[in-house]
């Protein structure tokens, strides 16, 4: 199914109605929450007071499960007695994840995913190939979630029919890129309305070379639940602050006998300061002062504050890593415990940020089989692990792992080593066979005396 230009209008108007939400989520983690400082002018003081817990949720949780290198991704082959250990096609899709810089782009999709419910990536091929009949170069970015739209079947089990990249320049040209499989169609935006044809353009892969993240199944931010105790919290925080404007200056108590126009004036601002003693002669008390005691207010406020906060922590399943009471002298088994909602959380994530990291298999198979190449992606499969950013007892781990030498192989040690001593498995055996090779046959030197 091709668009027109009806059909890209109509993308564009549904893309406009998207990034409100989005726009809403960027506003919530950048600490510019959009309740409280859209709120209507009201009395003076009028403070706004955006306390930045999505920023919160979303650095925790992005630190937690998806700083660079958490997320590993290795291929292999499905059966396990393929003598050949270098296989051409997993060396290849190795070399293309170091050319992307893969480690950062699964972190970035990660934040980006999980501020916005969804990420997005897009794949195309680039360059000369490597050497003659060699496979081409593979590339894939990240690109903003506002600048992407998609067009799905109506089957119940739904399929991507095409992707389309909003683009607009710093001269305020939009450009469409449509991607369908094995072509992409470019369309510039006519002044005035609609879109026109420029181009088509032909590429190896046979689904829509736009690879989506999903976070969770309603594809929701991670604290998009949660939004309502955040403006609660911004409401109680800002009214806290303008109670405290609002009294920190005397308040004026005044005799009864005190002049209607007077009252007015002082009511009015017109009058800051009044002078004089404390009865001016013709009866009339000048007005006297007396402090404000916040200390129940202030009392009640922090605790209703802290106890909304809690409750935020508890429903978006972020530990509060700064609480003294997390660690103290506990046991690494008992801050594990603390962090089970966090791992469910991240658990209930990768459920469906995974399934874009072993998409990639199918489209590097399909520019692999572009050249003269030819694999089947059925034979291979991604083996996706996940580390989680916490202090690791290094010592007791790599004790465990030496008792089990005997029992498991080479790589599954190396695979659970701390990422500080083994931070890439692949280059580790590498290395470890290359010292293999280099190490001379001793035993052949060796003289053996007979005993007399």
């Known amino acids: 199914m091709a668009v027109d230009s009806?059909?890209?209008?109509?993308?564009?108007?549904?893309?406009?109605?998207?990034?409100?939400?989005?726009?809403e989520n960027d506003k919530y983690v950048m600490g510019k929450n959009p309740y409280i400082l859209g709120k209507a002018q009201g009395?003076?003081?009028?403070?706004?007071?955006?306390v930045t817990l999505g920023k919160m949720a979303v650095d925790a949780m992005a630190g937690y499960a998806g700083k660079a290198g958490n997320i590993k991704v290795t291929y292999d082959l499905v059966s396990t007695d393929t003598p050949d250990p270098d296989d051409p096609f997993i060396s290849y899709m190795r070399s293309m994840d170091d050319f992307n810089e893969s480690d950062i782009e699964i972190s970035e999709l990660y934040e980006e995913g999980i501020e916005h419910g969804e990420s997005y990536e897009i794949w195309w091929v680039s360059?000369?190939?490597?050497?003659?009949n060699g496979p081409l170069t593979t590339e894939y970015k990240i690109v903003p979630s506002e600048e992407m739209c998609f067009k799905y079947s109506n089957d119940l089990k739904k399929e991507l029919l095409y992707a389309v990249h909003f683009i607009k320049d710093d001269d305020d040209m939009e450009t469409a890129v449509v991607y369908y499989p094995l072509y992409q169609e470019e369309y510039i935006k006519i002044p005035g309305g609609g879109w026109k044809f420029e181009n088509v353009e032909q590429h190896p892969f046979t689904t829509v070379p736009v690879n989506i993240y999903k976070t969770n199944r309603l594809s929701q931010c991670l604290f998009e639940a949660e939004k309502t105790y955040i403006?609660?919290?911004d409401e109680i925080y800002s009214k806290s602050m303008n109670e405290v404007d609002r009294f920190n200056a005397a308040i004026a108590l005044f005799g009864n006998l005190l002049g209607k126009e007077f009252a007015e004036d002082f009511k009015n601002g017109n009058i800051s300061m009044v002078e004089g003693l404390a009865e001016d002669g013709e009866g009339k008390f000048i007005p006297q002062y007396m402090g404000k005691d916040l200390s129940g207010i202030d009392s009640f406020y922090n605790q209703l504050m802290d106890r909304m906060e809690t409750w935020f922590r508890k429903s978006v399943g972020i530990a509060d890593f700064s609480d003294e009471a997390f660690a103290g002298q506990q046991s690494g088994i008992a801050i594990l415990f603390k962090l089970i909602p966090m791992e469910f959380r991240a658990a209930q994530i990768e459920?469906?940020?995974n399934q874009g990291l072993k998409r990639r298999l199918g489209y590097y198979g399909d520019v692999y089989n572009a050249s003269t190449a030819s694999v089947d992606v059925d034979d291979y499969t991604t083996i996706i692990k996940s580390e989680r950013n916490i202090p690791v007892d290094e010592k007791a781990k790599v004790e465990i792992l030496e008792k089990l030498n005997l029992l498991i192989s080479k790589k599954t040690l190396l695979e659970n080593m701390p990422s500080t001593i083994v931070p890439d498995v692949e280059t580790e055996l590498s290395r470890l066979e290359e010292e293999a090779a280099a190490m001379?046959?001793?035993i052949g030197d060796v003289e053996i005396e007979e005993a007399v």
């Open 231 to 233: 403006d609660g919290i």
């Open 351 to 353: 459920t469906y940020f």
């Open 440 to 442: 001379p046959d001793l």
């Open 43 to 50: 009395k003076k003081p009028d403070n706004r007071m955006p």
């Open 127 to 132: 360059g000369k190939k490597e050497k003659r």
């Open 6 to 23: 009806k059909e890209l209008d109509k993308l564009h108007s549904r893309l406009i109605e998207k990034n409100r939400k989005l726009v």
